[in-house]
């Protein structure tokens, strides 16, 4: 079973729709868990954090559910800028040791 | 720039030859990991150091390839006689050590290695 689990899309949506991916990972030790964003041929970079008690920036809301092993990213009013391939990313138990879901891929249509 | 930075960006080699990939962290960071991403598909683990030691190697091939992090320099991943599957972008990534890392990975822009 791999370490981290996403549906990889594509989610073709138009522009000001919401959005939501889900990931699920499979070790309960997990202690940090994080959404990336990567767009064509470039690298990685953070989105956000996602914490126990949930969290929100801007358009952006992650969500974490220990008991199901399983976190979200919700996108409010998605913008064409958007578009990209979001890779949910956990700590593997071992704070130093991180294991990145395939991605989803988000298409954002005008 | 204080980034991390990678070089070669782009790579080409026939079968056979070797490919060294560089990668210098960020200042500060001690914690270095190398990540491979063929095309269409998401960031594979490959190898993860600190300053001369690898702690963990389960992502790697059992052959050809090796990744060492000197005391001084860059760190390195090395692809001896390499083949078209080892075509791919592979990413570094660094972290800081102790109660500042805040779990965020800092990545490279990537060398993209295209074997003919």
């Known amino acids: 079973r791999k370490e981290v689990e996403q549906d990889p899309g594509p989610f073709n949506v138009p522009e000001g729709a919401t959005v939501a991916f889900n990931c699920t990972y499979s070790n309960s030790a997990s202690q940090s868990f994080f959404w990336y964003r990567q767009d064509c041929r470039k690298e990685p970079k953070l989105l956000m954090s996602v914490y126990s008690s949930g969290n929100e920036d801007g358009r952006f809301t992650a969500q974490l559910n220990r008991a199901s092993q399983y976190i979200s990213l919700l996108i409010r009013d998605s913008k064409l800028s958007d578009s990209a391939t979001y890779l949910c990313?956990?700590?593997?138990?071992?704070?130093?040791?991180?294991?990145f879901g395939s991605g989803t891929k988000l298409n954002v249509k005008p | 720039n204080a980034g991390v930075m990678q070089n070669p960006r782009h790579l080409v080699r026939r079968r056979g030859q070797e490919a060294r990939l560089r990668c210098s962290p960020m200042k500060g960071h001690s914690h270095v990991y190398w990540y491979r991403q063929l095309p269409e598909e998401g960031l594979k683990f490959m190898v993860y150091?600190?300053?001369?030691?690898?702690?963990?190697e389960s992502g790697m091939p059992k052959e050809r390839f090796s990744a060492e992090f000197p005391k001084e320099g860059p760190s390195i991943l090395r692809i001896q006689q390499v083949v078209r599957g080892d075509s791919a972008a592979y990413f570094c990534a660094s972290s800081p050590q102790g109660p500042t890392n805040t779990g965020e990975l800092f990545f490279g822009e990537g060398s993209r290695l295209t074997v003919l």
């Open positions: 990313v956990v700590n593997g138990g071992n704070f130093n040791k991180f294991y």
């Open positions: 150091l600190q300053k001369e030691n690898i702690i963990d």
